[in-house]
């Protein structure tokens, strides 16, 4: 395995991410921002957050499949939020668990979560990238 999940002694753990990602691997695969588009580019959920987290994780699955990749080999994610708030919380992670069970798995790499005023088009409330290492 390329990656090495950690949570160092003296840093809290974060039942929604790792600390630290520890790559072994030669070949890193950058996922552009995915937002709650379908395949045919038509946003999914509007005006719901956990539908398009939900969709970004499964785009972020479905672009990382296309590199030979899963969420196994995921480093690091950055997630946008707009107008994000502490009390959404329970819908971003409502959205992550319907995408894990999609996925067959919980995505824990470390991650950021960032509060930004708007996104490319006004519909969308999350983005989420991805940086991911294969052997």
């Known amino acids: ?3 090495t999940l950690v949570n160092p002694a003296g840093l809290p753990e974060v039942g929604a991410y790792h600390q630290v ?3 072994s691997g030669s070949k890193l695969v950058f996922v552009a921002g995915q937002v709650a588009w379908d ?3 038509v946003t999914v959920g509007e005006g719901d957050l956990a539908a398009q987290v939900e969709r970004c994780y499964l785009n972020v699955g479905t ?7 899963s969420f196994d080999n995921v480093a690091k ?16 992670m409502e959205g992550v668990a319907r ?10 790499p470390p991650g950021t ?3 930004v005023a708007a996104l490319d088009v006004p519909e969308h409330l999350v983005e989420v990238e991805a940086t ?4």
């Open 1 to 3: 395995m390329a990656l």
């Open 21 to 23: 990602s520890v790559a």
């Open 39 to 41: 395949a045919e580019g």
């Open 63 to 69: 672009a990382l499949a296309g590199a030979g990749a």
């Open 77 to 92: 994610l950055t997630v946008y939020v707009v107008d994000w708030t502490p009390d959404k919380m329970p819908q971003f």
């Open 99 to 108: 995408a894990a069970t999609k996925l067959g798995g919980t995505p824990v």
């Open 113 to 115: 979560l960032l509060g």
């Open 132 to 135: 991911a290492v294969l052997d």
